[in-house]
T-cell receptor, first 114, second 109 residues
């Protein structure tokens, strides 16, 4: 079974803090994605990566950065957390050949910024 | 206007009822997914469709490409079906994935 693991289920941070959300997948997938999910808006793509050290902006990259130093790990970074970044964050991965057709999701990290 | 619209947003049913969740989209697609998100956040893929109909146990998914519409049906619903169901499309032009806002289903015993 494919496993996508997000390091934290719940996080509470203060405004201005630097926040790291970690995601690890164990299926040697080339593609990895970070989404945020907000009520009424569905999932929105923040960043994705199709290879080590490669990254592409999604629909809402502002206020976020990412790091992909190893194939299995994709980190989402909030350089200076703000209250409007309170959300559910979901990581996903897929094989390169499938593009975004079959993505495997992690359990999500619910981040609260106070 | 969102490219993917789901209805209803919230749905409450009694155990045993037949459930239908609808998804309409406004872009050309290469495939459509139905996803299930359990309380706590984890998402699993139920179906991927590009035409016709698929069935898995009590779940049935249909798609009408001409009408740009898909439905997810649950027969003999059960409280364990309670979850958020999300429609997602793969846009044909650029392979981007777009998500509906989700339908929160609660099945009461």
């Amino acid at each position: 079974d494919v496993k996508v693991t997000q390091s934290s289920r719940y996080l509470v941070k203060r405004t201005g803090e630097k926040v790291f959300l970690e995601c690890v997948q164990d299926m040697d997938h080339e593609n990895m994605f970070w989404y945020r999910q907000d009520p009424g808006l569905g999932l929105r793509l923040i960043y994705f990566s199709y290879d080590v050290k490669m990254k592409e902006k999604g629909d809402i990259p502002e206020g976020y950065s990412v790091s992909r130093e190893k194939k299995e790990r994709f980190s989402l970074i909030l350089e200076s957390a703000s209250t409007n970044q309170t959300s559910m964050y979901l990581c996903a991965s897929s094989f390169l050949g499938q593009g975004r057709n079959i993505q495997y999701f992690g359990a999500g990290t619910r981040l609260s910024v106070l | 206007k969102n490219e993917v619209e789901q209805s209803p947003q919230n749905l409450t049913a009694q155990e045993g009822e037949f459930i239908t969740i609808n998804c309409s989209y406004s872009v050309g697609i290469s495939a459509l997914h139905w996803l299930q998100q359990h309380p706590g956040g984890g998402i699993v893929s139920l179906f991927m469709l590009s035409s016709g109909k698929k069935k898995h146990g009590r779940l049935i998914a249909t798609i009408n490409i001409q009408e740009k519409h898909s439905s997810l049906h649950i027969t003999a619903s059960h409280p364990r079906d309670s979850a958020v169901y999300i429609c997602a499309v793969i846009k044909g032009e650029d392979n981007d994935m777009r998500f509906g806002a989700g339908t929160r289903l609660t099945v009461k015993p």
